[in-house]
Every structure is written in C-alpha cells, then in structure tokens.
C-alpha cells in the first residue's frame, strides 16, 4: 500500500507527489490499490481525538513558540492544570504518565523511555487546526491494519508516544524496525534541510547496490549487471538485519 501523509497542507509543494510516485516507479517499488491521502481521513482523526477527550486524556495549550523554546524539547506542563477551553485559540497535548514504555526494536534491540521525564506531553493537535502527525499516523495503522513498521532510525523518538497512543485507543501495537539513516561528511542526515541532492533516477540499479553495500547486506559482485527487478529479489530473499544490529547510521561514501 502507499500512503501519502499529507496532513500538514501548509508545508504541501505542488508537484511534488507526482515527483514521489515517478521515482518509486524508476525504483521499481510499486503498489497495489489506490494511493492513500491522509487529508481524506480527517474525521477519523477527529473521532479518535473525541474519544482521548471524553476519556480525559488531553488538555488545552496555549503556549507560543517563544515560551516553550528554552525547555530543549520537554514540555514542563505549564498548561496541564489551567483547564482552558479545548475550542480556543490552543493546542491540544496528550497527558504522558511516569512510568517506562519498554518494547523490542527489530533493530535497535531494547529501547525503554519515560514519556513523561524525556518528551513530556505532547501535541496531537495543532494550534492551526492541524492534526499532528502522531495521532494521524497512528490512527492511519489501525485503519489500514499495519503489522509491521520499518522506518528511519530518526524517527525512533516518535515510536513510544505512538505506542501510548495507540494503548489509551486501545489499538494493538505493530513490530517496529529502525533501520539507520544516511549521513554526510558532517553526520548530518541527508534531507532538504541540509541541502541533500534528490536521489538520482537515470541509474536505479546502481542506487540500489550502493545502498545494499552502505547497509551491509554484500551484494554479490555479478549484481552489477542486474536489472532492478533481480537486485531487489535478491535483496528480499537474502536480507539480513543482524548486520544493522544497533547501529544508527551509515555515512555516504565520497570519492
């Protein structure tokens, strides 16, 4: 299935789906169905928010962006006893709990965190009326009956709070998998943000062995004379993940 978080309208460039689909399609990594939107499912959200309400999970924020910038990310619960009305002008935050949520990463093995000392209650709505991204995506898995997730290793941070979201929703809990991330010469992720060059198109298979060799699956020599369809068929059938075991990311080569 292929899902398009598209939640946040704001942030939405034109063209750039079509610019996503094109390259899965030179990537050979196509899907089946119709493509999902998340702003098509915005009742959804709303109905798993009415139940966090009614079940008094969440409270109203009305802290700007000044105010929460010098507490390094965890959110000091300045709101959480003020009872402000969730209909204003505010953020809607889910009330963490202090105790550890432990579960087993595919990858990273281990990994327990304390919502509630190391990220602190969190935004499931915006200020602006927009969803955030943990609750759709957590509300997206359930619906479309998501098993198994395998992501970036940057974004392990979010997996806990969904998990805990998904527990007050009463959801069950996909397997999770954090594979590491690519990194410059500086150990910056590659993205827009660092100014990364968009994944090149006219050499798919080449792409694809470096990245096998990058994550240290050892692509055979003869590979480099595959098409797309046998490097990926042989990546599927000889995977093999305890050679990422705990590690978090894997730096570009440069010439």
């Not at 009415?50 to 700007?64: K, P």
């Not at 209650?121 to 395998?150: C, N």
């Not at 992501?151 to 979010?158: A, I, K, M, V, Y």
């Not at 590659?190 to 994550?215: I, N, Y």
Request: proline share 5%.
């Amino acid at each position: 299935m292929l899902r398009v978080d598209d939640i946040d309208t704001p942030r939405n460039q034109p063209g750039a789906v079509d610019s996503i689909l094109r390259c899965l399609e030179h990537f050979e990594l196509l899907w089946d169905g119709e493509i999902d939107f998340q702003s098509r499912h915005l009742e959804r959200y709303q109905s798993a928010l009415e139940q966090l309400i009614t079940d008094q999970h969440v409270y109203a924020c009305s802290c700007n962006r000044k105010q929460l910038s010098s507490q390094q990310g965890i959110y000091p619960q300045t709101c959480r006893t003020k009872q402000l009305d969730l209909t204003g002008d505010v953020a809607i935050r889910l009330k963490t709990e202090d105790l550890p949520l432990n579960f087993l990463d595919g990858i990273q093995n281990s990994i327990s965190c304390n919502l509630l000392k190391e990220q602190g209650d969190f935004v499931i709505k915006r200020k602006d009326g927009f969803f955030a991204y943990q609750l759709a995506v957590v509300v997206d898995d359930h619906r479309q009956g998501i098993t198994d997730v395998v992501r970036g290793f940057d974004l392990l941070d979010s997996t806990p709070r969904q998990i805990y979201l998904q527990q007050l929703l009463a959801y069950p809990t996909p397997r999770y998998s954090h594979i590491p991330i690519i990194v410059d010469a500086q150990g910056q992720k590659l993205s827009k943000q660092t100014q990364a060059e968009a994944v090149r198109t006219d050499q798919p298979h080449q792409t694809l062995l470096q990245l096998l060799e990058m994550l240290g699956q050892q692509p055979p020599s003869e590979l480099r004379y595959a098409s797309v369809t046998e490097i990926l068929n042989w990546a599927i059938s000889n995977w093999q993940k305890h050679r990422l075991q705990q590690q978090q990311t894997v730096q570009l080569p440069f010439n």
